[in-house]
């Protein structure tokens, strides 16, 4: 009987999610099915395709993870003062699928630049209301195990498009144009889901904020603003996924297999994220985001001194794990410490200063591959996630949460 119990209340507890949240979820996946298909051949079509260098695929993901999150903010702001998030969302999903062509018919590595600028401005305009979207339908006590579920759907997505690109890439000699191609179907898809799926909440809409003032950003409050300091830290030393498959490269893994690190990372993450979302419901999530950063840690360490092939597998699986403990708990506990009224911003202001900072975090961690040693970015990003911790740990209070 007791064994049966857990069971029976986690099933409640999906039926009792809302449906935007099922929806959302949905769309992330067939988003994801495309976006990690495409990156999980990107470092590799650039390098072994276009001829680029590792400093020029720094550059890349720095410039597109960093230039097109000042829209974050205003996204987010804009669907506080707006209260219509939906539109904003279906705007920056449909931005990222036009622009899937540009990676398919790209014949030097700027038009791989102006593609990826292309899908991270979308991604810039759709996160902040999104995640926001997930807020407005949610009570407090279901949001763990709500931005669990979307991640694990959208994880979904993320596992399957990498399953399938190395398929292609086997079977067609590997052709890596033909992956984007499939990657834009599966784009489509996710916007059709959007705009017909979603309703707009009476919360999102009557509830209005002005548009960003000084204040605003005083009224978010200190819990929220060291949040930002440990995540700014932490992100300092999180570079693109990109540098994770060039050391599989870099140790002896064949290009054609190489997505299917991307594909065990996956499999853990989507296996983990709604049930540690659900136990952050329970234990409090300060405490379970700590632990991912302590982990993050321990795997850039293996990632640096890792020396033979078998032994990659279990650092991206454990790599997953970190995905699953911390990115929708990092969604529900900002969601936490931000007014209702000022969630959209709480969301923007939070991926504007990841993202500004992924821009030196990735120039440097490619300068440093190709001038010293590919050990040190690792290094350093295991050492600043245990910085990170730490400030998360003594510097966020966990009373008074905000419904």
């Given at each position: ?35 990690k298909a495409i990156q999980s ?143 834009l179907v599966s784009g489509i ?129 454990l790599y997953g794990v970190y ?81």
């Open positions: 009987m007791s064994s049966h119990k857990p069971s029976v209340q986690s099933k409640k507890r999906l039926k009792n999610i809302h449906r935007n949240v099922w929806i959302l979820g949905l769309v992330s996946l067939f988003t994801d099915f495309g976006t051949i990107l470092p590799l079509f650039l390098v072994s395709v276009l001829g680029a260098n590792v400093s020029i695929i720094g550059l890349i993901e720095g410039i597109a993870e960093s230039t097109a999150s000042i829209l974050k903010l205003f996204s987010g702001a804009l669907s506080d003062y707006w209260g219509r998030r939906k539109e904003l969302a279906i705007l920056g999903y449909g931005l990222s699928t036009a622009i899937i062509p540009l990676f398919a018919l790209a014949n030097s590595p700027l038009w791989v630049l102006v593609a990826r600028f292309g899908d991270r401005l979308g991604k810039g305009i759709r996160v902040a209301p999104r995640n926001a979207l997930v807020a407005d339908v949610t009570p407090i006590e279901q949001r763990g195990a709500a931005y669990g579920l979307r991640q694990t759907l959208d994880t979904i997505g993320a596992f399957s498009g990498p399953l399938v690109a190395t398929i292609i890439l086997l079977i067609s000699g590997q052709n890596f144009r033909l992956v984007f191609w499939v990657a898809i996710s916007v059709c889901l959007l705009v017909k799926g979603i309703r707009e909440t009476p919360s999102s809409k009557e509830k209005r904020s002005k548009l960003i003032q000084w204040d605003t950003f005083q009224q978010l409050g200190r819990n929220y603003w060291v949040l930002v300091l440990a995540a700014t830290l932490f992100n300092l030393g999180h570079f693109s996924d990109a540098f994770l498959l060039l050391k599989a490269q870099h140790i002896g893994i064949a290009n054609a297999w190489i997505p299917l690190s991307m594909i065990v990372m996956n499999f853990s993450y989507m296996l983990s994220a709604y049930p540690l979302g659900l136990l952050s419901d329970r234990m409090g999530r300060k405490q379970l985001l700590v632990v991912a950063f302590w982990l993050f840690s321990l795997v850039y360490l293996g990632f640096a001194w890792v020396q033979q092939p078998q032994q990659i597998w279990g650092l991206f699986a995905l699953g403990m911390s990115q929708g708990i990092l969604l529900a506990l900002v969601a936490d410490v931000t007014p209702s009224e000022l969630r959209g911003t709480g969301f923007g202001v939070i991926n504007l200063v990841i993202g500004i900072i992924l821009l030196p975090a990735n120039l440097l961690a490619g300068f440093v591959w190709e001038t010293a040693n590919p050990q040190i970015p690792f290094l350093l990003g295991s050492f600043l996630a245990i910085l990170a911790s730490f400030i998360l740990l003594l510097g966020v209070r966990q009373r008074n949460m905000i419904p």
